[in-house]
């Protein structure tokens, strides 16, 4: 850890999205002072791993953000809510992975590769997207732009771990039960996930679930285009990483796949894998791990104008969530040299 370099704090560092930023952290290399790892009480006593030394979980409070230049927040909206803000006051900079701030015009919502510049416009915290919405806008920004996105229409098929830790290891649990011929159980997610697909888990907003919400607006938002057609439907499947989403496009001008491929080639964080004929295009097993939005399937939509139809598959861990909040630290960071 050098001196020049930022003090650090992760809140929720032993979740699956937080457990994620340290692992992101060391990847990337992140200049640090010092880094603080903290949780809730339930984790006093307990450890986590980074760069090789066992860091000591201590529960977050106002004290233990005192004098921090960046924290990473991957504890959800009541601790976002209530701590952010003192790291605001503080002269720090909070980047959240909560839905708390998305939608508050006073917070920049970030995706790098889509948005980078708004980093600019904080004032002390920077809200990062849903882990859909990533993948979505980095894939469809220079689609836009190339073509004007008039609607867009969503499957997803979502893994366990964007639930968090509580769903994967449910998942396993009733893996091994499956196996061994016993009904599996659920506590935490309504239905049984192994073996199933199963169309909801998150809270409802009358008839849509409140990812579907939470997808529409922040995909709206990062583009630009608040008036955006966007039919989504969410859906939980019994994969551990890596979000997947089936994906329609209806453009303002017309766009052929190979030109649309040729654009989404070049485009930043895109890795494109497109020859189904031989079976090359993105799984969520193979894209685990991976910090790029991978994109294949491309091709016309026939049944509507200017339409396109793609498949795009990002680890909801990384991209979506840890790896999006460590590029936008890196932006902060720049900005203050
Ligand atoms: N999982 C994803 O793919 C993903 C993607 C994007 C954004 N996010 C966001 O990241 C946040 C965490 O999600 P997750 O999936 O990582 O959940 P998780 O696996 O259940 O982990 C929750 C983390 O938050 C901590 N925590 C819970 N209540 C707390 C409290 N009152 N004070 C301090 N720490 C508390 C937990 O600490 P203990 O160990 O002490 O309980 C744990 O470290 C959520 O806001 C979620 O929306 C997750």
């Given at each position: 850890m050098t001196s020049s370099a930022p003090t650090v704090a992760l809140v929720g560092a032993t979740g699956a999205a937080g457990s994620t930023v340290l692992r992101v952290l060391e990847d990337r290399r992140f200049p640090l002072r010092e880094l603080r790892t903290l949780a809730s009480p339930r984790s006093v006593g307990s450890t986590v791993t980074f760069r090789g030394e066992e860091l000591p979980v201590a529960v977050v409070e106002a004290s233990r953000l005192h004098g921090c230049d960046i924290v990473f927040f991957a504890a959800g909206s009541a601790t976002s809510k209530e701590y952010a803000p003192l790291v605001a006051a503080g002269g720090g900079v909070a980047v959240d992975k909560?839905?708390?701030?998305?939608?508050?015009?006073?917070?920049p919502l970030v995706v790098p590769e889509v948005?980078?510049?708004?980093?600019?416009?904080?004032?002390?915290i920077i809200a990062n997207p849903n882990c859909v919405a990533i993948p979505l806008a980095v894939a469809l920004a220079p689609l836009h732009r190339a073509f004007g996105l008039r609607h867009l229409t969503v499957a997803t098929y979502q893994a366990a771990s964007g639930a968090g830790r509580n769903l994967v290891a449910e998942l396993a649990v009733q893996e091994q039960d499956d196996a061994a011929g016993r009904v599996p159980s659920n506590?935490?997610?309504?239905?049984?996930l192994h073996r199933n697909v199963i169309p909801g888990g998150w809270r409802m907003y009358g008839d849509d679930t409140e990812e579907e919400v939470k997808v529409t607006q922040e995909v709206r938002r990062l583009l630009e285009l608040p008036e955006l057609g966007v039919g989504i439907t969410t859906v939980r499947v019994p994969v551990a990483v890596a979000h997947a989403a089936a994906v329609w496009v209806e453009l303002e001008t017309d766009a052929d796949p190979a030109t649309a491929r040729r654009i989404l080639e070049s485009a930043p964080g895109v890795r494109v894998l497109d020859d189904p004929a031989t079976q090359a295009y993105p799984t969520p097993r193979e894209v685990a791990g991976s910090d790029e939005v991978h994109i294949g399937?491309?091709?016309?939509?026939?049944?509507?104008?200017h339409g396109l139809a793609l498949f795009v598959v990002a680890d909801n861990l990384r991209k979506g969530a840890a790896t999006n909040a460590v590029q936008v630290a890196e932006l902060v960071l720049e900005g203050r040299r």
């Open positions: 909560s839905s708390y701030f998305r939608m508050d015009p006073a917070v948005n980078g510049e708004r980093v600019r416009e904080h004032r002390g506590d935490f997610y309504p239905h049984v399937r491309i091709r016309r939509d026939p049944s509507r104008e």
